[in-house]
Every structure is written in C-alpha cells, then in structure tokens.
C-alpha cells in the first residue's frame, strides 16, 4: 500500500509528482489551501497525473465518528489511523475560530484529572497526521458551516488559530510537531502566532523550540504551584520540578519567544486555595505570564471535583490582586466528551490503549 499524500514530506511528494517543479506547488495547493481530498477535482493537473494520485491516495485519517455539540458551535472528530484512535475539537466563535489537534494518540504524562493522562500512551502521531485534523476541520467549516439557517456564518469559516491542547504532550513528539507547526503556517497560512504549543513543561524542549518555532504561543500546565502538590497533579513534575521548568521559560523569553500562558484546571479542595493563588500570581509576574484559569472538567473513574463558583472568582480575584493578569476560560464541548481533559472518553479506548 503506497503512503497517502498528506503523510509525504516535499522531496517524497516531489518524488510522486514528477516534474516540473511548479507541479508540486500546484499539488499543495489542492492539498493544504483547498483542503481537496479528491485528486480527481484538482483541475489544473493532467488527468494521468490526477489519476496516478487518486491511487495513492490523500488522507491518512479516516473519520470514525463526528459530534455537534454548543448548538453546532463545537463539533468534535473522533478519527482513525493505522490502528490509532485521534480526537480533534473545532470551536467556533463570533470572532474566531478555533481548532484543538491531538500530537499523540494517548498520553504517558498520567496526570490524574485528565483522561488521556488516564488511558496512557498509543504512539506518536506523523507531522501529516496532526496537520490533517486541521485540514479536516477546514473542510468543514467550508463545506458544512457557510450556508447554516440560509443565513451569515455564525463564526468565521477559515481556520483561524491551532492549539496543541488535544490527546498528548506535543513536546514529547517534538520533531513530528515542529514539522506540523513549519507546514502549518508555510503550506496552511497559519501565522505562528495563531498556533499555541501547551506543555507540562520539559526544560530542554523548551529551550529548542525557542531556536525552531520562536513565534508560536507557549502554555505551561502549571495547575499547582508547589513541586509537593505538583507531584500528584503533574507527575512528571518528579523529573521536571517547577524551578526547572521556570528556569527554561526564562531562557525561551530571552530568546525572543513569546508572551507565555500559564494553565490551571481548578479542582474542589486541591488546588484552589487562595494562598495558592498568591504563589501562582507570583510565577506569573515573574514569567509575564497570563494565567488562564478553567474549571476542571469532571471525567469518570476520579474523585476530582470542579471548584465551586464562589472559590473560582476567588481564585482569580486573588490573582488579579496579586498583579497578575488572569482570564477564566469558559468550557466547551462538555456535551459531546470534547472539553478539556474529555477526550478520549467513552470510546472504550481504555481496552485498547492499556
Ligand atoms: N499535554 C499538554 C496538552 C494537553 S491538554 C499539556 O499538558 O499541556 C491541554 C490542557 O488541558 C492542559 O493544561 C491540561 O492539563 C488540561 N486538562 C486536562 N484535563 C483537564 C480537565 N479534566 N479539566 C480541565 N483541564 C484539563
């Protein structure tokens, strides 16, 4: 079976289409700007080149199950690829639009509220496949979003920012990410500043993807801000302690990256006390970082509950007058197991993954 377009990088794809050269520019257009799947509808190419390409084939993913959720305001995609299960989330806004990709199929960070974390790891996912949930989302929004109740789009209908916030620690898969991450704003016209990169924090990661992807928008998964409670929370945090990851965070300023994010799922009784808001405000200020604070969404199989409205303002009023500049996020997707921490959930995946 021949490897599918979209898993090629550009020598193997030139490899494919002959020449001339202009060829490939024109199959990547098709590919990455028009999102066509159907090399048949690619309509400035020879027909034999067209059909040489409809027997390789485009895409790797194959969509096993799609969900509307948010009054078709979130839809989530549980896809399927050479034996792995990945979920994508596209959330759409009046101003933008959002697509949340997945870097590896499963997670082997085990942080305990999340249920990825809690399913553990399948295997890394190809720059190829991460950059198609994205194309598949476009296509969408294109196909499926424009024409909605005869009226105007309720959202943008071009893809607008990409964040590594699905299944997977992306500094884990570091080089199929970077890859993702160059095509998708050399070949996808996405700015770099559009896509964000969130991470448990691994030191050395971080300080490279200063050198290879400076512009994109960095979140740190802080959720605690002692190593003691950070431990349970995070676990890789025994190997990465908080003034680790800090250290590196310093190291990707200076060199240029951007304004850092810092996330905190608040969690019943855990982690959102208002001491812990103080010490967390002072990460941030130090950082200049903004925090991002977001109920933690409940998933089965843990006792770890959502704070209670009145603790969450408090968090975040606290932090706000510590000096900090904290937002709280609104969760999508709960609805349809898109949210936060969700995916992964209710497809059986646990049976395949362990
Ligand atoms: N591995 C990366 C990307 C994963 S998910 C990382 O840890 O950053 C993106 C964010 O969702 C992370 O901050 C993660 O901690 C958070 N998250 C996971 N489970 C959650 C849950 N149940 N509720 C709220 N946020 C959650």
């Known amino acids: 079976m021949s490897t599918p377009l979209l898993l090629l990088d550009d020598t193997e794809l030139a490899g494919v289409v002959g020449p001339p050269a202009f060829r490939v520019r024109q199959v990547k257009r098709w590919l990455y700007e028009v999102a066509e799947t159907d090399p048949r509808a690619m309509t400035d190419l020879p027909t034999t080149l067209r059909e040489h390409l409809s027997t390789i084939g485009v895409s790797a993913l194959e969509t096993a199950e799609k969900r509307l959720g948010d009054g078709g305001m979130t839809v989530k995609w549980l896809h399927t690829s050479a034996g792995a299960e990945i979920e994508t989330v596209l959330m759409r806004y009046p101003r933008r639009t959002t697509v949340c990709v997945s870097s590896q ?15 553990g790891f399948a295997r890394q996912l190809a720059a190829g496949e991460i950059i198609e949930q994205v194309l598949v989302a ?14 105007a789009p309720r959202s943008p209908t071009r893809i607008g920012n990409v964040v590594f916030m ?24 996405i700015g770099a500043r559009h896509i964000t990169v969130s991470t448990i924090g691994i ?44 250290s590196a965070l310093h190291d990707w300023r200076s060199a ?20 812990l808001a103080l010490r967390v405000a002072s990460i941030a200020r130090d950082l200049e970082a903004h925090v991002n604070c977001i109920p933690l969404n409940p998933t089965g199989g843990t006792a770890y509950r959502p704070s209670p409205h009145g603790r969450i303002r408090a968090f975040v009023s606290a932090l706000r007058e510590a000096g900090a500049n904290a ?18 959930a209710r497809h059986g995946l646990e049976h395949r993954t362990r």
């Open 105 to 119: 199929a499963g997670c082997a960070m085990r942080c305990p509220f999340c249920a990825t974390g809690q399913g």
């Open 138 to 151: 476009a296509r969408w929004l294109r196909d499926e979003a424009g024409g909605e109740d005869g009226d």
């Open 166 to 189: 699905g299944m997977g620690e992306p500094l884990a898969n570091y080089t199929a990410v970077v890859g993702a991450v160059q095509r998708l704003r050399s070949d996808c016209g």
């Open 203 to 246: 030191p050395d990661r971080i300080r490279t993807l200063a050198n290879d992807a400076p512009p994109v928008t960095l979140a740190w998964s802080l959720h605690a801000p002692h190593d003691d409670l950070r431990d349970r929370l995070v676990p890789p945090n025994r190997r990465w302690p908080v003034a680790d990851v800090r």
């Open 256 to 275: 240029g990256g951007r304004r850092i994010t810092i996330e905190y799922a608040l969690i019943d009784g855990i982690n959102d006390m208002p001491e």
């Open 327 to 344: 937002t709280l996020r609104q969760n999508r997707g709960a609805g349809i197991d898109a949210a936060c921490g969700q995916l992964r």
